[in-house]
């Protein structure tokens, strides 16, 4: 059984800092792209930010370069340092993998999904 456990959302305040961690489980992630998802309420779920399989590849959206950074020490773990959040960046952020040739950087194209985790930044 496939899992990808999300730990490390909260609450803080706009400026602060929260990392978030995920864990997969159930096969091998040697092959896949892992990477991080979020959705506000009344919005679609949205990509974060991603760590490729081949190579020390990263990629991220344009909201939020420079302040979240994106590791992955091994095939089965992903994390996601934020700093300088904003409210805006209020949201359920679930962990992502996909195979095949290219990170995708839409929810249709995800393998496998996170449960997901609370990130709410007050003003």
């Known amino acids: 059984q496939v899992q990808l456990v999300e730990s490390g959302g909260g609450l803080v305040q706009a400026g602060g800092s929260l990392k978030l961690s995920c864990v997969a489980s159930g096969r091998t992630f040697s092959n896949y792209h892992m990477s991080w998802f979020r959705q506000a309420p009344g919005k679609e779920r949205e990509f974060v930010a991603a760590?490729?399989?081949?190579?020390?590849?990263t990629w991220y959206a344009d909201s939020v370069k420079g302040r979240f950074t994106v590791s992955r020490d091994n095939e089965n773990t992903l994390d996601l340092l934020m700093i300088g959040l904003k409210p805006e960046d209020t949201a359920v952020y679930y962990c992502?993998?996909?195979?095949?040739?290219?990170?995708?950087?839409?929810?249709?194209?995800?393998?496998?999904w996170g449960q997901g985790t609370q990130v709410t930044v007050s003003s």
């Open positions: 760590s490729g399989w081949i190579g020390p590849r």
């Open positions: 992502a993998a996909n195979s095949g040739g290219a990170i995708s950087t839409s929810a249709r194209g995800v393998d496998y």
